[in-house]
């Protein structure tokens, strides 16, 4: 499922959107291009219309402020290798 986003300004910890569902953490954002503009890395505000910080990526910081006003997309978390593995909550001993 892709979310719909807006960039609302930039902040030291990066680009704050805010959209219509809350994604999850460390979901890739896309701009209307579909080149990635970084990751999701907080999320605060109402649930309904949250707000969250997008961690941006190395290649785009020049472009910050272009960035500002546009829409964006909230894709598929990003990882790194394959498959994650289930941790157990409990350790047994």
Known sequence: M?????????????LIARGDQAPKMG??????????I????????PVRSPYFTIKPASEIKSELNRLVGT???VGEPHAKGGKSEKVPRVRKH
Not at 2 to 14: D, M, S
Not at 28 to 36: E, G, Q, T
Not at 38 to 45: A, E, K, L, Q, R
């Open 71 to 73: 829409e964006v997309y």
């Open 27 to 36: 979901q890739i954002v896309l701009d209307s291009s579909k080149r990635r």
């Open 2 to 14: 892709v979310l719909t986003a807006k960039i609302l300004h930039i902040r030291p910890r990066g």
């Open 38 to 45: 970084g990751n999701v890395v907080d999320i605060f505000g």
